[in-house]
């Protein structure tokens, strides 16, 4: 059994390829009914409040992917699971440059600092847990490519370098770390960097493209080594198939 926390726009994806491949699955949502589709498809659905934490099945592998909240805390200790694989942030690396999987996290912010705080809590907790520090998630309806098309550039401006991942493939990393043995913290990200201003290029908005306002340097991250320990390989490697797959 798997428990999802957080049908958001990756947990929703995840929920659907958990039951494709016959996994049970149930989660704890605020508001059951927005999720009716999912529920048709099998998805066993909980309210996300103290009291249901004992009604859900013990021992059971824990998808985690709701930011950091004090009051998740004794949720998820109720739960006793097994297994938490926690969904985190590049955020956690702070000003940061080139990072991979040995590079220390070293947040300068706030958001950063409590981020990291939550993994230190995860990562001590009685079950084996994978921690997995997503850099920008995008996808059909979120991302820079939609940000664009409304006319915003998306905070940092146009020109710093941004790594990226398509929820579809984090979905597929979730899945697999689910599974699997492997543990600590580790960055995940596609193979190809690159600013705003190149995907505005591409998609002829080069007013956007020009658009520096608030530059950052940005952040490069090496996500290779994850994606070898749970042998998975990317669907969208690239920002160049994973955006024009991603329009609507």
């Given at each position: 059994m798997v428990i999802v926390l957080g049908l958001g726009f990756t947990g929703q994806r995840l929920a659907r390829r958990l039951l494709r491949e016959g996994v049970p699955v149930c989660a704890a949502v605020r508001g059951v009914k927005r999720f009716?589709?999912?529920?048709?498809?099998?998805?066993i659905l909980s309210e996300l409040t103290p009291e249901t934490a004992g009604s859900l099945p013990k021992n059971a592998i824990?998808?985690?992917?709701?930011?950091?909240?004090?009051?998740l805390k004794p949720f998820v200790t109720e739960l006793a699971p097994s297994r938490i694989v926690y969904v985190s942030s590049t955020?956690?690396?702070?000003d940061q440059f080139e990072v991979n999987e040995e590079t220390s996290p070293s947040p300068n912010d706030?958001?950063?600092?409590?981020?990291?705080?939550?993994?230190?809590?995860?990562?001590?907790?009685?079950?084996?847990?994978l921690i997995l520090r997503a850099a920008a998630i995008?996808?059909?309806?979120?991302?820079?490519?939609?940000?664009l098309r409304e006319g915003r550039v998306p905070r940092?401006?146009?020109?710093?370098?941004?790594?990226?991942?398509h929820v579809d493939d984090l979905a597929?990393?979730?899945?697999?770390?689910?599974?699997?043995?492997v543990e600590r913290a580790w960055p995940v990200a596609d193979d190809d960097p690159c600013s705003t201003a190149e995907?505005?290029?591409?998609?002829?908005?080069?007013?956007?493209?020009?658009?520096?306002?608030?530059?950052i340097p940005g952040r490069r991250v090496d996500g290779r080594k994850i994606r070898e320990k749970l042998g998975i390989e990317l669907t969208h490697p690239s920002w160049r198939t994973g955006i024009p797959a991603s329009l609507g």
């Open positions: 009716r589709e999912l529920a048709d498809a099998g998805l824990l998808a985690h992917l709701i930011p950091p909240v004090a009051s955020g956690v690396y702070g706030e958001r950063g600092q409590v981020r990291l705080e939550e993994e230190q809590w995860i990562a001590a907790g009685p079950w084996t847990s995008y996808g059909p309806g979120r991302g820079v490519h939609v940000a940092g401006g146009g020109s710093g370098i941004v790594s990226r991942i597929a990393i979730i899945h697999a770390g689910l599974f699997s043995g995907i505005a290029a591409s998609l002829s908005m080069e007013s956007l493209a020009n658009n520096s306002q608030i530059t």
